[in-house]
């Protein structure tokens, strides 16, 4: 009964964000340029060259995730920050789980969405030939996401409560993703490049890893860090 | 002090530190079922920072505090299913409709939405229900939040200067929502700057000074009864 009553305000939380996020459309649209815009940057800074353009399409893609993404983490916390509502979320008698979860999920969401705009454009602008190993591409994608996504969240969270969060979120969220960008681009890379699932394989396991440590982690410190 | 093991609020020797500044230094006092007590004092007399240690919304450096028998600290869930706070900013989604701010606040608090048409009525906001909140004033604002307190249905209200903000219909609704509490056998505690706001409903006012109690007025009128100590 408390389980189900906790499930209900997790589906609480995504409903609300999302909603808010559909109702204000300037976040998505933000985000999701944003991301477009640092594709088309990386593009013209590797020039016309499609070798070095395919080589480099999965970081660049990943990097343009990264950086946008951060956008939508610190918009997620403003939500509550812009009138006065985080204190009342504190207060609802819910274990604060049930908090990191919903934003979370919302967060994981709104991030899928916004790949779905710029990967395409990616594939595009990067000049992306093999497709043959899109469905286990988009598996890294959401793999790589939910790692990132949780980061993120648990980082915005201890950030929220700074007059400096726009740029103390980058700082403390860039260092502890070095190894979540490094497996997604490299698995990435293997399956954009037509590559057989083995060499892929072992930084899909190294992904499903630090996901499992990430989420983990987070959802266990979530309580102690949303504290005043 | 008198407390019995049917006091609403038990608070002893509540204090908490923000750096080196004791917002609040050994606040001693107690509720019983159906008491509404003021509490009065200057600007940075700690008022609000009570408020938020008995909310839970802030840990107390020192001391202890039970609300309906449970821990400030060690259970704060429970704590919180037993306290509507109506703090400073009424702390909504302006995205969101007055209704659909209410339906997000009953799946919080574990409730049944049956009862958000109800609370708006109460509050006089059923005809802009399903209007924006960005577009409310802020009185409106404040009956929103007043309605979003009463749909969990708490037994100590935490009430911020309830009536800032109000038009004397306003006041008049916040006296009402804690006579309604009271009935229910509820209590309260209310944060205000001038008494004749509340002095309908007061049964006692404590009077802080740089976080400590410096004195508790009681009886009709309300007169000063004591100067420090425990209340």
């Known amino acids: ?228 | 002090m008198t407390t019995t093991n049917r006091s609403t609020l038990i608070l002893q020797g509540l204090a908490r530190r923000f750096g080196t500044r004791w917002a609040l230094r050994g606040v001693t006092l107690s509720l019983e079922p159906g008491e509404v007590v003021g509490i009065m004092g200057h600007n940075g007399s700690g008022k609000s920072t009570l408020l938020r240690v008995i909310s839970t919304a802030l840990r107390p450096s020192a001391g202890e505090g039970w609300v309906f028998g449970k821990h400030l600290v060690r259970e704060a869930v429970e704590v919180r299913r037993h306290i509507g706070f109506l703090a400073h900013s009424p702390g909504l989604y302006e995205d969101l409709t007055a209704r659909e701010n209410l339906i997000f606040a009953a799946r919080m608090f574990g409730v049944e939405e049956s009862g958000i048409l109800p609370a708006l009525e109460r509050v006089g906001l059923s005809q802009g229900r399903d209007e924006r909140v960005r577009g409310f004033s802020a009185g409106m604002q404040r009956r929103l939040a007043l309605a979003r307190m009463i749909l969990g249905a708490p037994g100590l209200l935490l009430l911020d200067e309830p009536y800032n903000n109000f038009d004397p219909q306003g006041i008049e609704l916040v006296n009402e929502v804690i006579q309604d509490a009271r009935r229910g056998g509820g209590s309260a505690l209310v944060v205000l700057h001038d008494r004749r706001q509340g002095e309908r409903v007061l049964d006692r006012i404590v009077e802080l000074n740089r976080g400590a109690v410096i004195g508790v007025s009681a009886g009709t009128p309300l007169t000063l009864v004591s100067v420090g100590g425990s209340h």
Do not use: C
């Open chain 1, 1 to 228: 009964m408390a389980f189900s009553q906790d499930l209900r305000r997790v589906r609480a939380i995504i409903w609300k964000d999302l909603t808010t996020e559909r109702r204000s459309k300037a976040g998505f649209n933000a985000v999701a340029f944003l991301g477009i815009l640092i594709l088309l940057l990386f593009g013209f800074a590797l020039g016309p060259d499609a070798e070095a353009l395919r080589n480099a399409a999965a970081g660049a893609l990943w990097l343009a995730i990264l950086f946008a993404g951060v956008l939508a983490f610190n918009r997620a916390y403003q939500l509550e920050l812009d009138g006065g509502a985080l204190e009342p979320l504190l207060l609802y008698p819910a274990p604060r789980w049930t908090i990191f979860a919903g934003k979370f999920a919302a967060n994981l969401l709104f991030v899928l969405l916004v790949e779905v705009v710029i990967v395409p454009v990616a594939i595009v602008l990067f000049q992306v030939q093999s497709l043959a190993g899109w469905a286990p591409a988009a598996g890294v994608m959401v793999l790589g996401s939910i790692g990132f996504v949780a980061l993120g969240t648990f980082y915005a969270s201890m950030a929220s409560r700074s007059r400096a969060r726009e740029v103390l979120l980058p700082l403390l969220l860039f260092p502890m993703l070095v190894p979540v960008l490094l497996a997604s681009a490299e698995a990435s890379s293997a399956l954009l490049a037509g590559n057989p699932m083995r060499d892929a394989g072992a930084w899909i396991k190294l992904l499903v890893a630090f996901d499992v440590i990430f989420v983990v982690a987070s959802f266990l410190a979530f309580d102690h860090v949303i504290e005043v």
